[in-house]
């Protein structure tokens, strides 16, 4: 088994495009060639809530990511909501209405009772439990049932334990796109599960394990993100003069030229004394029971006023009303209406998202070709 080790996902992701390179062989699916490594791969997160991708080649949808994080804690499995925001994902329900695999769905509804409070439950009583798995594969509908399915669950389950005083997570996967999954919405949307239910229990948040046992990326996604392997620690000895590759979230001295990679090249961002240029902001401000409140308005009646918790007021709903403007009104005053997003990793996340659709917006014009 392999296994990576990183601080968050932007730190995650050149370690693997590195080993998926010296390690992986190309081999047939269904879903066209992919390059795999031909055994387990075990990624350790240390700071799982420094959640977001910024590897510009990537190009990470931040509003997809987040939202869809949050549709999952609801406990929902519609097509509409998450097709509003991706219309591709339609293409992944069997009936057009839902998602035969919707994770949160499981997680609350499924099996007939919420498994999340459950959980919750028992760890707050005793802290040494380790019996505390989620289910997500259902072996009725998934195993018997699968024919013909487009859309089942590649994640399994997670375990939930307290170790050191924090909760750690652990989740097995059975087959893990690297690009658009296990270093894409994955980290997303379980780094955000891990918050909530650390927040329940009443603990910090410990380190994330994802267990992916067939690890692998299509050929057709490699190539505009290649290039970032050579960024892996286990590439960058002797390069760079010694400058590091650094996500935005680490702690720079004093005005240091931090590089960050972009397309084709790296990048120098200036940063002031003992400040990350993006911070981790908490989900959970408050009791469990208003925070899950606050969701279900956010999800089913976005518009309302009268959000307990700052997430929701400061966060959530800043996120979605930036792409409310990004698309009915203007690109560019997108940019001003996210600067209300008090999450400086999302808000970052989302300027650089926009200002990259500009800029080829702006790069079709002066060539003279049509852009959509």
Not at 195 to 207: F, K, L, T, Y
Request: charged residues 25%.
């Amino acid at each position: 088994m392999q296994v990576i080790g990183a601080r968050n996902v932007h730190h995650a992701l050149p370690t693997a495009l590195w080993l998926l390179d010296e390690y992986g062989v190309t081999s047939e699916s269904r879903n066209g060639l992919v390059k795999v490594v031909p055994e387990p791969v075990t990624t350790k997160y240390t700071h799982p809530r420094e959640r977001v991708m910024f590897w510009p080649s990537r190009d990470a949808n931040p509003f997809f990511h987040f939202y869809e994080a949050l549709w999952m804690l609801g406990g929902c499995n519609d097509v509409e909501r998450l097709a509003a925001i991706l219309p591709k994902m339609r293409e992944y329900s069997d009936d057009g209405t839902t998602f035969h695999g919707a994770y949160g769905h499981r997680w609350l509804w499924q099996f007939d009772f919420n498994q999340l409070e459950f959980i919750a439950r028992h760890l707050r009583n005793n802290h040494n439990d380790r019996r505390q798995v989620l289910q997500i594969w259902n072996a009725d509908t998934d195993l018997q049932g699968q024919a013909g399915k487009k859309d089942l669950p590649c994640n399994l389950v997670a375990h939930f334990q307290i170790r050191t005083g924090a909760l750690d997570m652990t989740v097995f996967n059975r087959s893990n796109d690297i690009i658009w999954g296990c270093y894409g919405a994955n980290a997303v949307h379980f780094s955000m599960l891990q918050e909530v239910m650390a927040a329940w229990v009443g603990v910090p948040v410990g380190c994330y394990w994802q267990i992916s046992d067939n690890w692998h990326a299509y050929i057709s996604s490699l190539e505009k993100v290649a290039h970032l392997g050579s960024y892996a620690p286990a590439a960058q000895a002797g390069k760079f003069d010694g400058l590091r590759i650094a996500s935005p979230y680490e702690m720079y001295e004093e005005h240091q030229d931090v590089k960050v990679a972009g397309n084709n090249s790296v990048e120098t961002v200036r940063a002031p004394v003992g400040e990350p240029i993006a911070k981790v902001f908490s989900m959970v401000n408050g009791p469990i029971e208003h925070w899950f409140e606050d969701l279900d308005m956010f999800l089913n009646e976005p518009d309302v006023l009268g959000y307990r918790d700052v997430f929701f007021r400061t966060v959530a709903v800043p996120m979605m009303e930036t792409l409310r403007v990004y698309r009915d009104v203007n690109k560019t005053k997108a940019l001003i209406t996210a600067n209300q997003i008090m999450a400086t990793d999302w808000r970052l996340a989302v300027k650089q998202w926009i200002q990259r659709r500009i800029d080829k917006r702006k790069k079709a014009e002066d060539d003279g070709v049509a852009y959509e």
